[in-house]
């Protein structure tokens, strides 16, 4: 039985891409969409992580959904491969099965995974395109040409500001990641007569995990708020964004960074 039908998003149903990691920037966006109530169905791909420095644990993906829970809404997930084009009309299938048509999608998955002008190929630039631009386009296309509300839909996508400046030694992620702008303000004309709004998110340096301390403390010293970001603070904006309060807000790409320089 639904417990939180009194927040902003109460009756809508949220779809949230790589929400693998508690700490996680995903995980919070699930909590800060579960807190105004929306129910929530999220992805996360276990082999991404596998690969990085964290590593994975493979309890974190239900101890978020039984969080969720807690909070008196829905919640599902599911372990999806976004490389694989195949799966992503089979995800709204699931998504609209077990929780039912969701009016929000946020696209926080990415794949990166340092190179630079002397170490990257083909491969790397290929797997980079397919997480951070394809399955970002053809979700967002799926979940549009599915939408049937006459207001009330969102897509939101997360960035990394590459036209704030140069990212060296991430040439394929800077480059993959960059093309979310121009993806938004485009979309965003495209869908708009279906009641749906586009918006990218920029959050800046965030500290999830994978900071070490000495970069932690450099990052800090170029921000006037004198730390880096947090999960919870980008949560707060995608939120908003996916409120009633944000329906004249489209076409935007959001550096939301704390006066990051």
Not at 2 to 15: D, E, M, V, Y
Not at 109 to 128: G, P, Q, R, V
């Amino acid at each position: 039985m639904r417990l939180n039908n009194q927040g902003k998003l109460a009756g809508r149903t949220a779809i949230v891409t790589g929400a693998s990691r508690s700490i996680g920037l995903g995980a919070a966006i699930c909590k800060a969409l579960a807190q105004e109530g929306a129910d929530i169905f999220f992805t996360y791909w276990l082999e991404y992580d596998e690969q990085m420095p964290w590593g994975v644990d493979t309890l974190e993906q239900e101890h978020l959904r039984e969080e969720i829970l807690a909070m008196g809404v829905k919640c599902e997930h599911l372990r999806t491969d976004l490389s694989d084009t195949s799966q992503i009309p089979l995800l709204l299938n699931e998504v609209e099965h077990r929780i039912g048509l969701p009016s929000i999608l946020v696209n926080n998955a990415c794949y990166s995974m340092n190179d630079d002008f002397s170490t990257i190929t083909a491969e790397s630039l290929d797997a980079h395109y397919a997480i951070n631009v394809r399955a970002v386009a053809l979700l967002s296309v799926e979940f549009a040409r599915r939408f049937n509300g006459k207001s009330g839909g969102r897509v939101i996508s997360m960035t990394s500001g590459q036209f704030q400046g140069p990212m060296a030694g991430e040439l394929s992620y800077a480059t993959t990641k960059g093309a979310i702008d121009a993806f938004t303000k485009t979309f965003a004309a495209e869908v708009g007569h279906k009641g749906i709004t586009v918006n990218a998110v920029n959050p800046g340096p965030t500290d999830t995990g994978w900071m070490t301390g000495e970069l932690r403390q450099d990052l800090a010293s170029r921000s006037p708020m004198g730390r880096v970001g947090l999960p919870q603070d980008a949560a707060r904006l995608v939120a908003f964004l996916a409120s009633d309060e944000a329906e004249w807000i489209t076409g935007q790409s959001i550096h939301s960074t704390g006066g990051f320089a």
